[in-house]
Nanobody, 124 residues
Framework: QVQLVESGGGLVQAGGSLRLSCAAS????????MGWFRQAPEKERDFVAR????????DYADSVKGRFTISRDNAKNTVYLQMNSLQPEDTAVYYC?????????????????WGRGTQVTVSS
């Protein structure tokens, strides 16, 4: 099993930045691609970004392209999400996810492990 713990969420004004972290523990040798998803109140969980096992392949939702950057440090078993130019519509609970594959997916069903989420609130 792999455990994922997110951190770094909080309250920020529009235009501000936050950096989320997701630390993995347990059977981390089985970790492959990782991703970030978010869920706003009364909405479905949406894809935000993904990163391949090696870290050299990334993908983003159109709504965050150019503002968010996903990265990972395999030595620390940690993935990051740098979020800049935050807007109120970015308000959501952000979840980290991992699977055993190489490239990951935009589909939440493709992920084997999930964190409990961290709240991001952007005020206008």
């Amino acid at each position: 099993q792999v455990q994922l713990v997110e951190s770094g969420g909080g309250l920020v004004q529009a235009g501000g930045s936050l950096r989320l972290s997701c630390a993995a523990s347990g059977r981390t040798f089985s970790l492959g691609a990782m991703g970030w998803f978010r869920q706003a109140p009364e909405k479905e969980r949406d894809f935000v970004a993904r990163i391949s096992r090696s870290g050299d392949n990334t993908d983003y939702a159109d709504s965050v392209k150019g503002r968010f950057t996903i990265s990972r440090d395999n030595a620390k078993n940690t993935v990051y999400l740098q979020m800049n130019s935050l807007q109120p519509e970015d308000t959501a609970v952000y979840y980290c996810a991992a699977n055993k594959g190489v490239y990951g997916s935009k589909w939440s069903a493709a992920y084997d492990y999930w964190g409990r989420g961290t709240q991001v609130t952007v005020s206008s």
